[in-house]
T-cell receptor, first 112, second 111 residues
Framework: EAQVTQNPRYLITVTGKKLTVTCSQN?????MSWYRQDPGLGLRQIYY???????DKGDVPEGYKVSRKEKRNFPLILESPSPNQTSLYFC???????????FGSGTRLTVV | KNEVEQSPQNLTAQEGEFITINCSYS?????LHWLQQHPGGGIVSLFM???GKKKHGRLIATINIQEKHSSLHITASHPRDSAVYIC?????????????FGTGTRLKVLA
């Protein structure tokens, strides 16, 4: 089954404790992206990647890091999480033309 | 002004009604997606459009590139259609690949 797998689904952590949210896709998609969704603000792009070792900032990259060492994986790293990073996070992938735009099931992160 | 505007923001309909959700955008685009987000949070891409019209079951999506406008229609609406519908556009900007999202239309279909 074609899918984007995100883990964990739920995470509660403390301020400053480094964490990684994993994202993996099995569709050989070139494009992968991370978004956060906050009430009243909609989906906002954090980082995206056009292919292996090619990443670029989205609209809200501060406080986040990503890497794309393999085509299928695109982890999101929070080196020192803060409470304002409490949000619902989505990973998504597609072909570079936009075909097959598929979202992960989301990660609800709470930073206390 | 947002680059992607959706209307209405909220919509309540009775089961069986014909529903239209609109998306207007101000940039040149290479593709437009209609996304559906159910209360549980998951997001599904319903359609990708670059021109014309697409139909899947009771859902129809149209796009007018010249007018920079797209519509999502739901025929014979059902309570299970209750969700947030989000328009996302991929701008024709070389060197970047940043989708722009509308803020969504919250649809509630009453039985």
């Amino acid at each position: 089954e074609a899918q984007v797998t995100q883990n964990p689904r739920y995470l509660i952590t403390v301020t400053g404790k480094k964490l990684t949210v994993t994202c993996s896709q099995n569709m050989n998609h070139e494009y992968m992206s991370w978004y956060r969704q906050d009430p009243g603000l909609g989906l906002r792009q954090i980082y995206y990647s056009m292919n292996v070792e090619v990443t670029d900032k989205g609209d809200v990259p501060e406080g986040y890091k990503v890497s794309r060492k393999e085509k299928r994986n695109f982890p999101l790293i929070l080196e020192s999480p803060s409470p304002n990073q409490t949000s619902l996070y989505f990973c998504a992938s597609s072909s570079w033309q936009g075909n097959g735009y598929t979202f992960g099931s989301g990660t609800r992160l709470t930073v206390v | 002004k947002n680059e992607v505007e959706q209307s209405p923001q909220n919509l309540t309909a009775q089961e069986g009604e014909f529903i239209t959700i609109n998306c207007s955008y101000s940039v040149g685009i290479s593709a437009l997606h209609w996304l559906q987000q159910h209360p549980g949070g998951g997001i599904v891409s319903l359609f990708m459009l670059s021109s014309g019209k697409k139909k899947h079951g009771r859902l129809i999506a149209t796009i007018n590139i010249q007018e920079k406008h797209s519509s999502l229609h739901i025929t014979a609406s059902h309570p299970r259609d209750s969700a947030v519908y989000i328009c996302a556009v991929l701008p024709l900007t070389s060197g970047t690949y940043k989708y722009i999202f509308g803020t969504g239309t919250r649809l509630k279909v009453l039985a």
